[in-house]
């Protein structure tokens, strides 16, 4: 029993790091590849636990935390960056204000602490298990309320590569005309956070919920009372819908909802 123990301790000795390599650039310019899970003494490895909101129950993963990987790979350079693009090898995107990242604590993941397998037991829609490697960027959900009030939102698995970049550049089809507005911006920044998983603009967003701007815009045929109230409270308008209001944690909320819409009618068609 005792030389199978030993044999068990050696194998998982001579056992090589996970292969948790994520590619970083300044938009366009490559700036280096890094093998999360082999940063050596300057990035130390943390265990973490994390509300995980897929599998809606506390697990604790293996990480290094995020600010000081970007520190590592940009310099001060990404803290004066307005977005972070989060890219995994499907291509899937998700793309966060950089302001997220210096408010809350995140760690970029490589491993489970339960399970040999870094892979996830997703709830919803359906129960399924999915790889979530190379890395898997995880928040302070357990000890964050307003980053577990958000749910999933920037919590890319199967991350691959991250890119400094801003908002219009993301998503160029959204971005609005210019000269803008300060309220017209901020409300930009709203509604690709909130809005464009579910809405788009002259097809450029989700595919949820209706298009918003062709062939008209929807300040246009909504009056601004009912609109704001509809985003406040969707259910207060119509019983039943299967639309979110904007979300309760968000800073200044009623302003926020304002600046959204601020957004939308400065994509109206001929402004």
Sequence with gaps: MKRALLALCLLAACKPAPSAV???????TAVAKVNVAETGPKLAVETVTVYEPYELREVAFSGVPA?????????????????????????????????????????????RTDRADFALDKKVPKVETVSIAPVYLVWDSAKDAAIRAEGDYGWPYQLANV???????????????????????????????????CHSL??????????????????????????????????????????????????ERQKAIANVIAYLKAMTHGQ
């Design 22 to 28: 994520v590619a970083f650039a300044d938009r366009a």
């Design 67 to 111: 600010n000081a990987l970007l520190d590592s790979v940009y310099g001060d350079k990404w803290r004066k960056a307005e977005a972070l693009s989060l890219i995994a090898l499907d291509g899937y995107t998700s793309t966060v204000p950089v302001s997220r990242f210096l408010a809350h604590k995140a760690w970029f993941a490589f491993a």
């Design 163 to 197: 890119k400094l970049t801003t908002f219009a550049d993301a998503f160029p089809g959204l971005a609005p005309p210019e000269p803008g507005t300060p309220e017209s911006a901020v409300g930009f920044e709203l509604f690709t956070r909130y809005c464009a998983t």
């Design 202 to 251: 002259d097809g450029h967003g989700g595919k949820v919920g209706p298009e918003l701007n062709a062939p008209h815009n929807v300040t246009e045929y909504w009056q601004p009372q009912w609109l704001h109230q509809w985003i406040d409270n969707p259910q207060s308008i119509r019983k039943g819908t299967a639309m979110p209001g904007m979300p309760a944690q968000v800073p």
